[in-house]
T-cell receptor
Framework: AQSVSQHNHHVILSEAASLELGCNYSYGGTVNLFWYVQYPGQHLQLLLKYFSGDPLVKGIKGFEAEFIKSKFSFNLRKPSVQWSDTAEYFCAVNGEDSNYQLIWGAGTKLIIKP | ETGVTQSPTHLIKTRGQQVTLRCSSQSGHNTVSWYQQALGQGPQFIFQYYREEENGRGNFPPRFSGLQFPNYSSELNVNALELDDSALYLC???????????FGPGTRLTVL
């Protein structure tokens, strides 16, 4: 069965630190990859997505993610975090085998210390 | 443009009861997906409706059922509630079947 693994459940960083959140998936076929973010008190919203093409994807608010097919990974990065990046981040995957339904990771809670 | 709305915001039920949760999709969106998010976990796909027909179902028992109406709003019904059904229930709508999903705020269901 398809699954998505996010390595860290909680991450605490200081402002201006660099961020990398890991995401690995188990899936054999062609995949679409997503990162969603949930800011405190707000709805889940799409941060960025990869369908095909350039494996380095840029999203909103300075975030980017790199799809490495050989490692089944789609890690999220930001060179310099801000206090406003405090949120929960979810990686999700879909593909033909899941009938394009989203399979989600457990999420990473990111806290940025001012 | 009105986003995805869900009602009620919170709900408390007891074991064995039945519950109906409602979702209004974003204007023009014909696809609605429902998810269950238990505490500390990511969302789990329950089912999806496309133009009033069920289009895919996750690993949930038949006591989880749904409907989509001609205006594309949707309901999630859960019968014979169990303690483990306590969770945040999320609705998401999209403009087309494989389109970006826009999420509502969720309904927090507590089963006692």
């Amino acid at each position: 069965a398809q699954s998505v693994s996010q390595h860290n459940h909680h991450v605490i960083l200081s402002e201006a630190a660099s961020l990398e959140l890991g995401c690995n998936y188990s899936y054999g076929g062609t995949v679409n990859l997503f990162w969603y973010v949930q800011y405190p008190g707000q709805h889940l919203q799409l941060l960025l997505k990869y369908f095909s093409g350039d494996p380095l994807v840029k999203g909103i608010k300075g975030f980017e993610a790199e799809f490495i097919k050989s490692k089944f990974s789609f890690n999220l990065r930001k060179p310099s975090v801000q206090w406003s990046d405090t949120a929960e981040y979810f990686c999700a995957v879909n593909g033909e085998d899941s009938n394009y339904q989203l399979i989600w990771g457990a999420g990473t809670k990111l806290i940025i210390k001012p | 443009e009105t986003g995805v709305t869900q009602s009620p915001t919170h709900l408390i039920k007891t074991r064995g009861q039945q519950v109906t949760l409602r979702c209004s999709s974003q204007s023009g969106h014909n696809t609605v997906s429902w998810y269950q998010q238990a505490l500390g976990q990511g969302p789990q796909f329950i089912f999806q409706y496309y133009r009033e027909e069920e289009n895919g179902r996750g690993n949930f028992p038949p006591r989880f059922s749904g409907l989509q109406f001609p205006n594309y709003s949707s309901e999630l019904n859960v019968n014979a509630l169990e303690l483990d059904d306590s969770a945040l229930y999320l609705c998401a709508s999209s403009l087309f079947l494989l389109g970006e999903q826009f999420f509502g705020p969720g309904t927090r269901l507590t089963v006692l």
